[in-house]
């Protein structure tokens, strides 16, 4: 089993950066963060491969939203700026156990954190 513990959630500004960390207990995985605002499906936001070598956004976040990782520490960090009122939500990390392309949809990951809230004033 693997513990996913996330930080640095809380109230940011429209246009405002906030940074995201989520620790693990142990191992190397492909990791994941995703978010869900109420009453809205689980959402992708990136993901990063084992090596912190490849990485894959959504859309909607590319240029502004930075995954990276210190396999040194177990942490995994998502830099967020320019932000939305529209992406207050639930921030959630995410290890997926399996190799290869970098999964983009919440099936193919195998621990979740309890999440981070951030929320974005206008």
């Known amino acids: 089993q693997v513990q996913l513990v996330e930080s640095g959630g809380g109230l940011a500004q429209a246009g405002g950066s906030a940074r995201l960390s989520c620790a693990a207990s142990?191992?190397?995985?492909?990791m994941g963060w995703f978010r869900q605002a109420p009453g809205k499906e689980r959402e992708f936001v990136a993901a990063?491969?084992?090596?912190?070598?490849?990485?894959a956004y959504a859309d909607s976040v590319k240029g502004r939203f930075t995954i990276s990782r210190d396999n040194a520490k177990n942490q995994l960090y998502l830099q967020m700026n320019s932000l939305k009122p529209e992406e207050t939500a639930a921030y959630y990390c995410?290890?997926?156990?399996?190799?290869?392309?970098?999964?983009?949809?919440?099936?193919?990951?195998?621990?979740w954190g309890q999440g981070t809230q951030v929320t974005v004033s206008s």
């Open positions: 990063i491969s084992r090596s912190g070598g490849t990485t």
């Open positions: 995410a290890a997926d156990r399996s190799i290869g392309v970098l999964g983009t949809t919440p099936e193919e990951y195998d621990y």
């Open positions: 142990r191992g190397t995985f492909s």
